[in-house]
């Protein structure tokens, strides 16, 4: 099995950009798909992005999802930073056997 | 709308057996796989099972495999989880997911529910 690597935790001010990132130990990031799960405390986590960069109806297109094959990573792009966007955020890929979480971001909006 | 949403939870001693459910509701609860996942108190997400559409077939993480069982009533779309032998690093919030594909797993969960609070008290 692979592991998923996120920072701790990351923080932007209103209207900026940040980008989470989700870096896999072993085995190709393109080789299964990643989602990105939005988390509050007490609530249902909900998807924002799903199949590496796809986004569910009702998610804004300030969220955004790419990979990078050379540094084997995924990565969270929000646009356009709101205070309602705080939140954990955790990255989620699936072996064909495990399904695997990132340790998961805690996004402050300062 | 499609939704999930869980209940059983509660304080257990080590040793101890809980069972928790899951009530599906808005979709045709027997074309989906059904997922069980958890939080323990400060931690990320840990997937703990998934029983398949018709479910004939079950998976587990290493953690639970041997002590928790997952099944499923599709006549009442319900999702349960069996838990045994509970230890204290079981103390999570668990939350019951769907699949999100028919009559097959995908690799991920939509919609989840809000979760149960489960606490192993020793």
């Known amino acids: 099995n692979f592991i998923l690597t996120q920072p701790h935790s990351v923080s932007g001010s209103p209207e900026k950009t940040l980008t989470i990132s989700c870096t896999r130990s072993s085995g190709s990031i393109a080789s299964n798909y990643v989602q990105w799960y939005q988390h509050r405390p007490g609530s249902a986590p909900t998807t924002v992005i799903y199949e590496h960069k796809e986004r569910p109806s009702g998610v804004p297109y300030r969220f955004s999802g790419s990979i990078d094959s050379s540094s084997n990573s995924a990565s969270l792009t929000i646009s356009g930073l709101k205070t309602e966007d705080e939140a954990d955020y955790y990255c989620q890929s699936y072996d064909g056997s495990t399904w695997v979480f990132g340790g998961g971001t805690k996004l402050t909006v300062l | 709308q499609v939704q999930v949403v869980e209940s059983g939870g509660g304080v257990v001693q080590t040793g101890g057996s809980l069972r928790l459910s899951c009530a599906a509701s808005g979709f045709t609860f027997s074309n989906y796989g059904m997922h069980w996942v958890r939080q323990a108190p400060g931690k990320g997400l840990e997937w703990v099972a998934v029983t398949w559409y018709h479910g004939n077939k079950e998976d587990y993480s290493d953690s639970v495999k041997g002590r928790f069982t997952i099944s499923r009533d599709n006549s009442k779309n319900m999702l349960y989880l069996q838990m045994n032998s509970l230890r204290v690093e079981d103390t999570a919030v668990y939350h019951c997911?769907?699949?999100?594909?028919?009559?097959?797993?995908?690799?991920?969960?939509?919609?989840w529910g809000q979760g149960t609070l489960v606490t192993v008290s020793s």
């Open positions: 997911a769907r699949d999100t594909v028919t009559y097959s797993l995908s690799g991920w969960f939509d919609p």
